[in-house]
């Protein structure tokens, strides 16, 4: 029987050999290990520009055009008249509107990424000038006074609702910034009188004009550009030939 009080010398644990580092997919290209060519990968992506912003691009209305086709898209998700459930991309002019809208997101964000427009964006900046246009007649020819009895009869408004008209629109409105209960009556006909335009629609038209502005004004710059630096050659020809 083995002496329970005296047990066996027990061996020497030797120390382990350092252990290998685990080589994910050997070395990267010019012998540097894996792990180096992650932490520059990773190092590259947090260095990136924050999102639709390029520090390269200089044109600011190439930024100008992504912010319209925002609106138009935000535009397109508020009511486009009386009834909060019928916003606009459930409409059919909505949805056209909101196409273009996110084509003019997308065309303009790659823009400003690669500092250059294509023709494809400037095709639906060109389609955001039937939107102005149709936006602009419809608000023309919209009629509050017709929209509120329309909107009474569906039971969208109560029967003693009010609604400012164009001709009390601007002096509601200054009435509404003034305190006292006039100002809640006020308030309650501006309100009444975009809801029964709608709030959407205000906001797609915005959008829209914008954009063309944005348009229009660099063309007219750029032709005023050309212009300068045309007359600028014809100077120094000019000094050319006095030499």
């Known amino acids: 029987m083995t002496d329970s009080g005296n047990p066996p010398e027990l061996a020497t644990l030797e120390p382990l050999a350092p252990l290998e580092p685990l080589d994910a997919g050997g070395a990267a290209a010019g012998g540097a290990p894996a792990a180096s060519a992650d932490m520059a990968t990773a190092m590259a992506r947090a260095s990136l520009a924050a999102p639709a912003f390029n520090p390269f691009c200089r044109d600011k209305t190439f930024y100008r055009f992504l912010f319209a086709g925002v609106l138009m898209v935000l535009g397109c998700l508020m009511p486009f008249g009386a009834d909060y ?21 997308w065309t303009w964000w ?6 250059r427009s294509t023709s494809a964006s400037l095709k639906w900046l060109l389609l955001c000038a039937l939107v102005m246009v149709a936006g602009i007649m419809g608000l023309v020819w919209y009629n509050p006074e017709v929209a509120l009895a ?9 029967a003693d609702a009010q609604v400012s008209t164009w001709a009390s629109l601007f002096p509601d409105l200054f009435a509404a910034g003034r ?9 309650s006909r501006v309100e009444n009188f975009w809801r029964l335009h709608g709030v959407g629609k205000f906001f ?17 710059g750029g032709a005023k550009k050309n212009k300068q630096e045309k007359q600028s050659r014809m100077m120094a020809a000019t000094e050319r030939k006095r030499r």
């Open 85 to 105: 459930q019928m916003v606009g991309y459930k409409t059919m002019s909505g949805a056209v509107y909101l196409v273009i809208g996110v084509a003019m997101v």
């Open 204 to 220: 797609v038209l915005i959008g829209s004009v914008i954009a063309e502005i944005g348009f229009f004004g660099g063309v007219l």
């Open 110 to 115: 790659g823009a400003i990424h690669n500092n």
């Open 150 to 158: 329309a909107a009474q009869q569906r039971g969208l408004l109560p």
């Open 179 to 187: 305190p006292g209960e006039a100002a809640v009556v006020a308030g």
